[in-house]
């Protein structure tokens, strides 16, 4: 499964972001997809994952509340909307996938970049 993330950019603080990810294949038989981040000089932290039947969902705790994870089967897409950013979201996001919901995540797209200017 090949995974492509995009819709990252420039953004200021307070504003709105929506990341989407391509997947190769049907999304559909995929336990679980999920959003990371990477800032610099950082490791690579979890953001958001989503169950196949997409009804439900977990955050981390510095993004409750802002950030909804949402997946689309149908089209083969997941999704991230980003609202009220901080710097602190500046990073990195990639999104992942895994077949196993006790496997580690096994397919990871490229990232895509968001910058949140103060």
């Known amino acids: 499964v090949q995974l492509q993330a995009s819709g990252g950019g420039l953004v200021q603080v307070g504003g709105s972001l929506r990341l989407s990810c391509t997947a190769s294949?049907?999304?559909?038989?995929?336990?679980?997809m999920a959003w990371f981040r990477q800032a610099p000089g950082k490791a690579r932290e979890f953001v958001a994952s989503?169950?196949?039947?997409?009804?439900?969902?977990d955050y981390a705790n510095s993004v409750k509340g802002r950030f909804t994870i949402f997946r689309d089967n149908a089209k083969n897409m997941l999704y991230l909307q980003m609202n009220n950013l901080k710097p602190e979201d500046t990073a990195v996001y990639f999104c992942?996938?895994?077949?196993?919901?006790?496997?580690?995540?096994?397919?990871w797209g490229q990232g895509t970049l968001v910058t949140v200017s103060s």
């Open positions: 992942a996938a895994r077949s196993d919901p006790f496997d580690t995540y096994k397919y």
């Open positions: 989503i169950v196949r039947t997409a009804n439900s969902a």
């Open positions: 294949q049907h999304t559909s038989v995929m336990y679980h």
